[in-house]
């Protein structure tokens, strides 16, 4: 785990343990301002609040889904830069299952379908043959 | 026949794909330009929420206030978040203004000096009837705030009616007070 | 004197002459191969040439325009300034929208020159058809800079000097980064146009997947190099020591290298066996498409990333229609036409044709979860308002088991034999790398306590020791004479070392990601003459100076860096500020010895009231951090090997055919 939006010293918990603790869960908010970037790795002032906020709620003795379930509460499902998993979401977390389901149900109808054509497309050969042959 | 009829519209699938990505694709971008499509908007969950636990200092000369001063008022507050620093407050003020003769507004000076607040008080008037001041930002993320400014309207009791993360505009004031009658 | 003859009105000319003569492209070889004229169809080839001579024209009145400081173009004017130092001069050039579009386009037309110039072999219509797709895809991106987003306006009055460029940009690394990343997107236009081209003859046969595979080869290589350039250039440039953030650009670029990916292995088999063709015409289309796409959403505001492009609604409509002719074009034909192509070859499950089925069905569900991870926040608001964010921790949980289970089939696919696989000589081929991967895999796990990195450690090792195990079987090491081996060494096609070489870039960009994982940092605020411990280095913060840069001040620190006692090197991180944009650039400093990064940042500094001043310095210790990069560029090189292989080189199963027949 990196922290790399912090930019001073003091920023950190002097308990390893809960500092740990603290950038784990930063990595999974994301900074409300900048795109795709969560409040470890961002420079910007509302993600150093933020960062201050989740080690002030560890010091504090809030559990891990005590701290996520504060910040969902003050700035929405927005803030998980992993969506909770709902009826909305439901297709993208369904999607690796889905897609795979697809492709391997595709592969096998028509690799099965080929040897049949194969089959047939030998047997008109044949047909054909037999003609030739009955023509002589 | 039939069957290569069949087998096109199987093999149409990635083209109805394709194009009702293009469809959405489209309804964004006219989105984009109507202004009711915004990628970077943060919809915060405040909306029929009573307002969180707080207390401001004031800023001189206006004495601060709290959550239970501020649940107590018997008609409708906006509560406004500004800085002097932040340039769309500026372009917002003409219209805070305006709007002061409709509804009392309450100001928050975010992350600002005092000196500096009324300075910018002095140069683009004054449209709130009280002032408090967070430093340190600390009570901007108890409301959930992303950035300045943002207004919340607060009904008697002190629910949360509506929430604007942007400099107002005439057009939202109008929602605004279509929801204050 | 060069200024007077390549001015920026030269430039809009012959941009608008380029995009004639790609519209000619397009019109005259279709009519040609429509009616049967050979003559026409023969005009492809010259109308090509002719378009990407007038676009090298445009595109040198731009780079004269900007090395000249030529103020009085906006694009110049906005993006440049007399104090910028040459090189950025020249790079800034594709460093915005309108520059970079021009890149595009010109990359196009060269890609057009360079598919005209080798295929001669090539039937007359297919390969007027072909260089005609290229024309009209070319036509339509000079359209759309000529329309929306011309490079070459000017200003009036013209101002003595230019607004600069960010600072972020001012870069050697963007100097190469840009170009080659597009080259890959635009590389991907040749078997797309191959693609339709086939539909549009009706046929595809392995002659067909013989003339596809070198441009998917030479596209996916560059777009390999250009991602892990960019990965790079984020690295030292950003100076978060992050590599890779899921932004919707990187996915952007990840995307056509997954169907990329997917469409190297597909054509294979169709020009082998003769059989996944339909799906590969599908695969070249998507791929380019997905290329296109993405310049779409960066560009068109949709998408937000930390890559700022000035995003316009305006351009996005454009681009989008551009996007639904050549791509909803596409698409369309493959509808029409794709049910009437059928395929001969069969095989097994168990073969390799059945391994890059699954390898195709692997890729092609990771790119499903990224394409639908980037899209799900705008689709999701657009449908009902809500906003949400997807990210690293999303796409890691969704895509690591499936890339691992990818890295165990990769491993297996290329020693199963073609058509119809042996089980048993499989599994004695693998069985000692196998043995070696799981002992691997335990050992990784003693050290890490982690189930997922464990697991990437000990299936790169697989994958390394299966490339290593297929080796030893084709040159039948220890089963014959060493001299005997040596001469199957060199016997052995440039193809399985490309593949090999391939592979086992992909196994060293995954241990390089799994070290990385397993860095060690340290936040220090630390006066002068401050010694540091962090991963058995002694970081010596020695000085710090202050000195004048090309258009910046910088700010320097001194850091020794000793093992017990031994200095180990210098390193000199620094800020750069740059008055004009009144804007701070970290210059990280790294020291590397290809198997661990040492990586320093330089942190602002407060004004400390005490007697001796404060610095703030971000230390890092990359275990493997080389690797990423490197195995990207390893891949690449597997690319750029299959290129030489005489198999492509000599003529093509048609023409030796003709050969025979005469």
């Known amino acids: ?136 | 026949m039939q069957d290569i009829t069949r087998r096109r519209l199987l093999w149409s699938i990635p083209f109805a794909t394709a194009a009702v990505a293009g469809g959405g694709f489209l309804a964004m971008l006219s989105g984009l330009r109507k202004g009711n499509f915004d990628p970077r908007e943060i919809n915060i969950p405040v909306i029929n929420k009573p307002i969180p636990p707080f207390s401001l200092i004031g800023q001189p000369p206006s004495a601060g206030f709290n959550q239970q001063e501020l649940q107590r008022q018997t008609k409708p507050i906006l509560i406004n978040f500004f800085a002097s620093w932040c340039i769309p407050c500026l372009t917002e003020m003409g219209v805070l203004q305006q709007l002061s003769s409709h509804i009392d507004i309450w100001g928050i000076a975010y992350k600002d000096k005092p000196d500096a607040v009324s300075g910018f008080l002095e140069r683009n008037g004054n449209p709130y009837q009280k002032i408090g001041q967070d430093p340190e930002g600390n009570i901007g993320i108890e409301w959930g705030l992303s950035g300045v400014p943002e207004s919340f309207l607060i009904m008697p009791g002190g629910i949360i009616k509506w929430h604007y993360p942007k400099p107002l505009s005439v057009a939202s004031t109008q929602i605004l007070l279509s929801l204050l009658q | 004197m060069i200024s007077k003859i390549l001015s920026p009105e030269f430039g809009h000319f012959t941009l608008a002459l380029a995009c004639c003569l790609a519209g000619a492209q397009f019109i005259v070889p279709l009519m040609g191969a429509k009616v049967k004229n050979n003559r026409l169809m023969a005009l492809a080839s010259p109308l090509a040439w002719g378009q990407f001579m007038a676009l090298t024209l445009a595109f040198a009145c731009l780079i004269t325009a900007a090395v000249t400081d030529d103020f009085s173009v906006l694009n110049i004017l906005q993006n440049s300034a007399a104090d910028k130092p040459l090189l950025y001069k020249i790079t800034g050039v594709w460093g915005n929208h309108e520059g970079s579009i021009l890149l595009w386009a010109f990359i196009l037309a060269l890609f057009g020159a360079i598919v005209s110039a080798y295929s001669h072999h090539l039937p007359l219509s297919l390969r007027a058809k072909v260089i005609a797709i290229m024309g009209g895809s070319a036509a339509g991106f000079e359209l759309f800079c000529l329309t929306t987003s011309n490079p070459f306006l000017r200003v009036w009055p013209a101002p003595l000097d230019g607004q600069g460029m960010n600072p972020l940009l001012q870069d050697p690394g963007l100097a190469f980064h840009p170009p080659i990343l597009y080259m890959g997107y635009v590389g991907f236009a040749v078997p797309f146009a191959f693609a339709v081209a086939a539909l549009l003859e009706g046929k595809v046969d392995a002659a067909w997947g013989r003339w596809v595979r070198p441009w998917t080869v030479l596209a996916w290589a560059l777009l390999t190099c250009g991602i892990a350039l960019g990965s790079w250039w984020s690295y030292y440039v950003l100076g978060w020591g992050g590599y890779w953030f899921w932004d919707p650009v990187e996915n952007a670029s990840l995307l056509p290298w997954l169907t990329g990916t997917a469409l190297l292995h597909s054509a294979l088999v169709v020009e082998k066996r003769e059989a996944l063709k339909i799906w590969t015409i599908l695969l070249a289309i998507g791929t380019f498409s997905l290329s296109l796409s993405g310049t779409f959403l960066v560009r068109s505001g949709i998408l937000n990333s930390v890559h700022a492009f000035a995003s316009d609604p305006a351009r996005g409509v454009f681009i989008l229609l551009l996007l639904a002719a050549i791509s909803g074009g596409a698409l369309l034909l493959f509808a029409w036409r794709a049910p009437n192509l059928t395929s001969t070859g069969i095989f097994t499950f168990f073969s390799r044709e059945g391994s890059i089925v699954l390898n195709n069905i692997l890729l092609c569900t990771m790119a499903a979860v990224v394409l639908t991870g980037t899209l799900y926040p705008p689709f999701v608001q657009l449908i009902n308002g809500q906003t949400l964010s997807v990210g690293k921790p999303f796409f890691d949980n969704a895509l690591i088991p499936i890339a691992l289970f990818l890295f165990l089939v990769m491993a297996i696919g290329p020693v199963i034999a073609f058509k119809k696989g042996n089980i048993q000589q499989t599994f004695k081929t693998l069985s000692i790398a196998a043995g070696l991967s799981i002992i691997c895999t335990i050992i990784a796990f003693i050290y890490l306590h982690q189930i997922f990195p464990s697991l990437a450690t000990g299936l790169s090792i697989w994958v390394i020791l299966s490339a290593c195990s297929d080796f030893i079987r084709h040159i039948a090491f220890f089963k014959t004479s060493l001299g005997n081996s040596v001469k199957r060494m060199i016997g052995l096609p440039r193809a399985f070392y490309a593949s090999y070489l391939a592979h086992i870039g992909v196994a060293i960009t995954i241990l390089g990601i799994v070290g990385m994982a397993a860095s060690q940092q340290k936040i220090v605020e630390v006066p002068i003459n401050t010694t540091i411990h962090l991963a058995g280095y002694d970081w010596t913060l020695t000085n710090i100076e202050d000195r004048q840069g090309a258009n910046f001040i910088a700010t320097e620190a001194v850091i020794k860096i000793s093992k017990n006692g031994k200095v180990v090197t210098w390193m000199f991180p620094a800020r750069h500020y740059f008055d004009r944009q009144k804007q701070v650039v970290t210059d990280v400093a790294i020291h590397t010895n290809f198997i661990s990064d040492l990586y320093a940042v330089l942190g602002d500094s407060k004004n400390s009231t005490q007697s001796t001043p404060l610095f703030v310095l971000r230390l890092h210790y990359n275990p493997l951090a080389p690797w990423i990069w490197m195995g990207g560029f390893i891949m690449a090189i597997g690319g750029f090997i299959t290129l030489t292989d005489r198999r492509f080189r000599i003529g093509t199963p048609a023409q030796r055919k003709k050969v025979k027949e005469a």
């Open chain 1, 1 to 136: 785990m990196l922290a790399f939006g912090i930019d001073s010293p003091d920023e950190m918990l002097k308990n390893t343990q809960q500092e740990q603790r603290a950038q784990h869960l930063g990595s999974q908010l994301r900074c409300l301002v900048c795109q795709n970037e969560s409040i470890e790795d961002s420079s910007a002032d509302l993600a150093k609040d933020l960062r201050k906020v989740v080690r002030q709620r560890i010091v504090a003795g809030d559990t891990d889904s005590q701290v996520m379930e504060w910040m969902v509460d003050h700035y929405g499902n927005f803030i998980r830069l992993k969506p909770p998993f709902t009826f909305t979401t439901a297709l993208l977390w369904f999607m690796p299952v889905l897609a795979l389901g697809i492709g391997c149900i595709i592969a096998f109808v028509t690799l099965r379908k080929r040897k049949h054509i194969e089959a047939e497309a030998l047997s008109k050969e044949e047909q054909k043959r037999l003609s030739e042959l009955m023509k002589e």
